[in-house]
Structures are given as C-alpha cells and as structure tokens.
C-alpha cells in the first residue's frame, strides 16, 4: 500500500469515526478487554425495508492471529 492510499484509509477511518463516535470506543473496549479462542462475534444488518441478515462465528487461533496482524497495522 502507497503512501497516498495510507493517508486516504486514514482520512476515511477518521470521517468514520465521526460519524459513529461510540463504535472505536466499542472497538477499544474489546481490544483491551482481549479476545481468546472460542470467542463468539455475532453481526447482524438490518435494512430500511426491515429485513435482516445475520452471522455469527466462533474465533480460532488462526482468526487471531489474523486479528493481531491488522491490529499491528492500526498501532
């Protein structure tokens, strides 16, 4: 990743940010708090129309190992 491409993902995380203030705060909560194996992540989106799709998925040591390595990118 470019240098320019950096600073846009920076741009675009800091305008998400603002626009959902509590969601890093969340984000900060559950990275201090760690998160082990067989932890459970359930999302769930919801449409104007009111449908909903959900998904839930219970962590392996691999999807931390994912976690930790975008984590680093983020430091």
Do not use: Q
């Not at 800091?14 to 992540?41: M, Q, W, Y």
């Amino acid at each position: 990743m470019d240098i320019s491409s950096l600073l846009t993902l920076k741009n675009a995380w800091s305008t998400f940010c603002r626009n959902h203030p509590r969601f890093p705060d969340f984000l900060r909560d559950v990275k201090r708090r760690g998160i082990p194996a067989g932890t459970e992540i359930t999302i769930a989106v919801t449409y104007p129309d009111g449908e909903t799709l959900k998904a839930g998925l219970k962590l392996t040591e691999s999807d931390l190992e994912l976690l930790r390595t975008l984590g680093k990118l983020s430091d």
